[in-house]
């Protein structure tokens, strides 16, 4: 028999305690109690005065942001529309059913005049993943590193060409050392460099006249879009350990100077990446840090038809390389980048019968390059084939890829509606801190929920469990 709801229920008046009206194993539940946020106040205890209006709760500010990253809400206006009309999220505000929600230019009003020039951010991502780490939830020894981008809140059509100079690398001065180095030890004379001379280069790029601190990302022959890019190490269980927040056109090899400090601290053993790190510098830092790289085999770049570059021998003993016709490639100099040129003799290479797989050059000379820090990228590449690297890597679409695809199908981070670099590091830094916090939210979660299961089997069954050795044992 068809039945009809009574739609008078919507006027009735009923007593109802918000406590009971959110499920016991609501997501913001598990959240409030997995960590205390009390802990908000201190961070912001100067940026607010002891005298005036009483202002909003600043554990609300931070919570309704929270709700927004946690959600994936796709803009701060419709997350209050939603926390207006969600039980849960005003219970997780601390909010009854007639409060009045603060407006949606509220956060960014108090963001402007208190939250812009602090760390408060970073500072709530570090709690809470002190927090995971307190609890046993993270695992340093193997780090997982890579970068996504960010589409910036710009029309990739209002742009300029600027000049601009890249930013000088922090290695820059050793690499001169180096260079010194090797030039005086093969007879050659030191360069010269100005005084003023830094090591950065003029260069010309594409900058956005919405976003300036953006850059244009280029991936592929299609896709130019304006863009940040956010480098981030997670561990093997997907937790976000740190993060660094650049332009979009920062390759990551650049980006890493800004990450590698939190890779000290955290003790990391082996550092798995995509090639995009494997630089000669990274090979030495990595080297000096005793860090085993673990990255994938790059192909080398060499015409199509010509020989490749390991088919030609490096003798270490005579410096010197050995081509395949078993001529030798003599040390000529070593260039300003850093790399030995080796060439061969003209004489020599024009009536080779290998001449052309070899080279293409019109004076008949083959010159390959070896950089000062060979050594480092020739371990580097060694140490893949160590035990279990191969299974290591293998995790990255498991660790950081998923890390990324959760980022941003999940939590809103395909793309930003800031403006400015340190927006939209509030705005990374916020998302992973809500990822983690998630992640220890439902492990703790889970944890009390199979006790509770234990304890109920322990009182319906007449015997108990307990943790002895990985064991069960019964009383």
């Known amino acids: 028999m068809m039945s009809k709801d009574d739609k008078s229920n919507r006027d009735q008046i009923q007593f109802v305690c918000l406590e009971e009206l959110v499920p016991q194993n609501h997501l913001l539940r598990q959240v409030e109690a997995a960590i205390d946020f009390d802990f908000i106040y201190e961070l912001v205890a100067d940026s ?148 003023d001379d830094d090591g950065s280069e003029a260069v010309t790029i594409t900058q956005s006249t919405t976003d300036p601190d953006c850059g244009m990302f280029v991936k592929g022959e299609h896709e130019r879009v304006f863009a940040y890019s956010a480098s981030t190490i997670c561990d093997r269980h997907g937790y976000v350990l740190g993060y660094a927040v650049t332009a979009g056109n920062t390759h990551d090899s650049v980006s890493f100077e800004q990450i590698k400090e939190r890779i000290v601290e955290l003790e990391g053993e082996i550092l798995v990446t995509d090639s995009a790190y494997k630089t000669p510098w990274i090979a ?38 050995l081509c395949p016709e078993n001529q030798v490639l003599s040390y000529s100099t070593t260039n300003r980048n850093g790399y030995r040129e080796y060439k061969s003799k003209s004489c020599i290479c024009e009536s080779c019968p290998s001449l052309k797989r070899c080279t293409a050059s019109k004076n008949h000379t083959k010159v390959i390059t070896r950089h000062v820090w060979a050594e480092a990228l020739e371990h580097m590449e060694e140490s893949r084939y160590l035990s279990g690297m191969p299974e290591l890597y293998r995790l990255r679409k498991e660790t950081i890829e998923r890390v990324f695809a959760d980022a941003k199908e999940k939590h809103g ?51 108990r469990f307990f943790k002895e050795d990985s064991s069960l044992a019964f009383a």
Request: hydrophobic content about 35%.
């Open 284 to 321: 030495k830092w990595l080297q000096q840090q005793q860090i085993t790289p673990n990255m994938p085999r790059t192909n080398p770049r060499t015409g199509k038809g010509f020989f490749r570059k390991y088919e030609y021998v490096y003798d270490e003993y005579y410096d010197c390389y």
């Open 413 to 463: 981070l395909r793309y930003t509606n800031y403006r400015g670099l340190a927006k939209v590091r509030m705005q990374v830094g916020l998302t992973f801190a809500c990822m983690n916090l998630k992640k220890l939210a439902r492990r703790l979660f889970a944890s009390s929920s199979f006790g509770d299961f234990l304890g109920l089997c322990s009182s319906f069954l007449g015997f």
């Open 48 to 195: 607010y005065s002891h005298t005036g209006r009483p202002s909003i709760d600043p554990v609300v500010l931070v919570k309704i942001v929270m709700i927004q990253y946690l959600f994936g809400i796709r803009s701060m206006r419709q997350t209050i529309r939603d926390i207006e009309v969600n039980v849960a999220y005003r219970w997780f505000l601390g909010y009854n059913l007639y409060n009045e929600i603060p407006h949606f230019t509220t956060f960014g009003k108090n963001y402007k005049t208190r939250f812009a020039a602090s760390d408060l951010f970073e500072q709530i991502f570090s709690r809470v993943l002190e927090e995971c780490i307190v609890r046993g939830l993270t695992e340093h020894s193997v780090l997982f590193l890579d970068s996504t981008h960010i589409k910036a809140s710009a029309n990739r059509n209002k742009r300029i060409k600027v000049e601009a100079r890249k930013q000088a690398q922090s290695y820059s001065k050793e690499l001169r050392a180096e260079i010194a180095r090797d030039r005086e030890e093969n007879g050659k004379k030191p360069f010269d460099y100005d005084d």
